[in-house]
């Protein structure tokens, strides 16, 4: 009866979504404030309701062990643990399909209640976002039905991956995807704005807050992601350039441009075009991310699918999503208006200069990612493209990305103020040598560009404190001091990643070792015994539990696992760590050897990671600052452009 109502439902939300996507077309051809807008913002509650209805019904599944569901029975068993079942229910295919639709609703009601000022253009906007729940929750019906039955009914379930049974990965697909739909309301706002013809500084303000919002949390869900490989791969890094992280790494670059670029717009008409653009682009390749996770296209531990068939569907919906987009962008960007122009060296200019910087950087990671594939595609070699190549291309443009950050806010509008700018931020200007000489000195053998990378997050760290010194009293009086707190956090985010990539890069080689009992290994100057090995067994899993002994200041004892699951025949490694201001002591433990001499040694991996601490507080700083900022500008209600403002020398956002 559940599976039945669950796909009774999701069929009810995909009527609803095409109900809201074309009487709220109409609604803003008859002005916006009409019984037809209003119907359109009833389809969309109905389109919520009947997602969100579906979602509990699924959990339910899991937690009962519906196992005649055939993604319950591919993605669960009898011994799961609770919370684990429930995040079950999105930890694969299907399910995680379910959850995507219900954010893509929600935001869709969002923009119904709370979306932009203009009737007109609000209503516009819901009916794009109709169509995009449209397409989705289409190919959630007819293409990946999480309620589909399974007969013969199994007696136990097939198990989910066990490395996706894990705390984080209870939070981090939910946050991911709030980030990752969260940019069709931008997408939305501005399709809507060319269909309408509303000038450049409106749509920027009515779309920059939802991208902000929506930046936010790809940023956590990224961050999530990250720390989860981390600790839980036993691989010892914490980004590895897969084309999954890629494929999330590109929207986030072009949202961090759309955020900048839309406060341009808004204060001084500068950069619509781009805007829109980037708004446009920035969904698509959300909606290409999605591709690469389930069309089976590339191999990865964070692949959700590998069927060709609903990779063709997910292609049809980009296509549809470009060719609406862009084929309204090329007959309607004229109508945006221009702004009035700026000097070499004003704000806006450098705005514009991090912009191409990071779409640059948006470009070549997907030259990066696809070019095996297509490759492939062409029947050429099958090759993969690694760190070298994004280290080499990508993090330069990064760094100077970073390197010209904080100087945006000292820089006045429209008129040059470079000279004024540097001379406000000399004392942060002299320590970028003296950054580099320490990490050189404290870090032998780190290469240049870590170096430098350290230097230049020493460097955005110090220009975010002058930052907060010099506008915060200013803000204050103005009522934005959320919006230069927020700012200032996120800038100094960008700088503690910084600091902590080029310290984790410098580290000592990992130690791969095979262990007996009583025997150690040392790795940056700390000595390492393995004590002994015993069973830890779960409620799903067989363990072995090392203990392995720290010899050092403060000592103590690191328990590394080694797990079997029975039910899905795989086995996984839990890491330990043991953190201080240093950075991590990381070791993982692996299969068991019999040696010649009848000793039984395991298989141990340790290393340091220096400062990695940094890379965590970076990117809480950046989530932070991000909803510190989106805070102040909803409780700011600003007007949509500030003529009386504009020419001022120094803004506060």
Known sequence: MIAELGRYLIALALLASLLQMFVAWRGAELGGRNAYARAGKAASEIAVLAAGVAMILLIASFLRSDFSIAYVAANSSIEKPFAYKIAASWGGHEGSMLLWCLILALFGYGLARSGPRDDGLRSRAV???????????GFLAFASNPFERVSPVPLQGAELNPILQDPLLVIHPPMLYVGYVGLSTAFAIAAAGLMQKTPGRILAAALRPWALGAWTALTAGIALGAFWAYYELGWGGWWFWDPVENASFMPWL???ALIHSSIA??????????????????YILSILGAFLVRSGVITSVHAFA?????????????GVSAVAGFLLFALRAGSLGEGDGFEPTSKEALIGANNLLLAATSGVVLIGTLYPMLLEMMGGATISVGAPYFNAAATPLLLIAALLMPLAPFLPWANGGLK???????AALMLIPVAAVVIAFLFAGASPLAVIGG????????????????????????????LVIGRVMAHAGVGFIALGAAADASRPPDQNVALAPGESVSIAGRELRLDGVSRADGPNYMADRARIVVDEGEGGVMSPERRFYAVANQTTREVALKSSIAGDLYVSVGEARLRSDGTT?????????????????GAVFIVLGGALALTGRLRAHAPVVQRDRATKPAEAV
């Open 127 to 137: 009916s794009f976002q109709g169509l995009l729940q449209t397409l989705f929750f």
């Open 254 to 256: 072009l949202g961090a």
């Open 265 to 282: 717009t808004e204060k001084r008409g500068a950069f619509p075009g781009w805007t829109v653009f980037l708004a446009l682009l920035a």
């Open 306 to 318: 590998l069927d060709p068939e609903r990779g063709v569907w997910i292609l049809g919906m980009l």
């Open 420 to 426: 004024n700018g540097v001379s406000q931020m000399r």
């Open 455 to 482: 230097a230049i997050g020493v460097w955005a760290i110090s220009g975010a404190v002058m930052d907060l010194g010099q506008f915060l009293p200013v803000a204050m009086a103005r009522g934005q001091k959320l």
């Open 601 to 617: 040694a395991f298989e141990t991996r340790v290393a340091f990671h220096p400062l990695v601490w940094s890379l965590s507080l």
